[in-house]
């Protein structure tokens, strides 16, 4: 069981058939406080919002209806889906986010949207392979949830994909250069993820690694692909 309370943002669009939801997308509401980011997903002078909110303590606000389209995830790519608000669901942590201060999530937090994640999956038949984070989506814009947020803890809950490796085993190939890199190859694994579009200028684009490494290597972001990086995608390809 889950409390929830319903608070009406006004910026969303209505949808008066059932939706088809694909996706559900982690953000952070990078604000510095948890009043202050509700009262900007109520505002209609932001024209943003997002489905649910939760707090560091645990509490739950639902803003946006799941049938509706909500205002989170703006310019965006994920497989062949283009701009994800028709058929994503948006989930806000509160976290003040790089810019005010970058907090750990708090274990209350993680467990409400466990319990979140788990409903909307069952509801919408959505797969791992498609709960995200906004950098996921956006990388040229975007770095929320960001490299403190718990993805293996989503992933050992069947909730998010994510590698198996040995953390320590894997570590000693951080910072090793590839020799001879297969720009292609390695190209067409990371698209098998999801991510698209992002990746037709190179490889070498720092935005996406970053992303990357913020999703499945979060000990280092420094958008350098190096063999520990190489390792994680590979063994990633279990999931396609
Ligand atoms: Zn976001």
Request: net charge positive.
């Amino acid at each position: 069981m889950i409390k929830i309370k319903y608070l009406k943002s006004p910026n969303y669009v209505f949808c008066n058939k059932r939706r088809n939801v694909y996706l559900i997308i982690i953000h952070y509401t990078g604000m510095r406080s948890f009043q202050s980011a509700v009262e900007r997903l109520l505002s209609k002078k932001y024209e943003v919002s997002a489905h649910y909110l939760v707090g560091r303590n645990g509490k739950v606000l639902q803003l946006v209806k799941d049938n509706n389209i909500a205002w989170h995830a703006g310019i965006s790519n994920w497989f062949n889906f283009k701009n994800l608000n028709k058929n994503s669901i948006g989930i806000e942590l509160e976290n003040k986010g790089h810019q005010y201060g970058y907090q750990n999530f708090s274990n209350k937090q993680i467990t409400q949207l466990i319990k979140i994640l788990r409903i909307l999956k069952k509801k919408f038949k959505i797969k791992n392979i498609n709960i995200t984070g906004h950098s996921d989506i956006a990388p040229n814009r975007k770095i929320d949830p960001g490299e403190k947020f718990p993805w293996k803890k989503l992933y050992k809950n069947n909730l998010a994909i994510g590698h198996s490796l040995d953390e320590k085993f894997i570590k000693n190939f951080r910072l090793k250069k590839i020799i001879n890199i297969n720009k292609k190859g390695i190209t067409k694994m990371i698209k098998n993820l999801g991510y698209s579009r992002v990746l037709t200028a190179t490889l070498l684009d720092k935005n996406f690694i970053k992303a990357f490494q913020r999703r499945h290597r979060q000990q280092l972001i420094n958008g350098i692909f190096d063999q520990e990086c190489y390792l994680i995608l590979n063994n990633l390809q279990k999931f396609i």
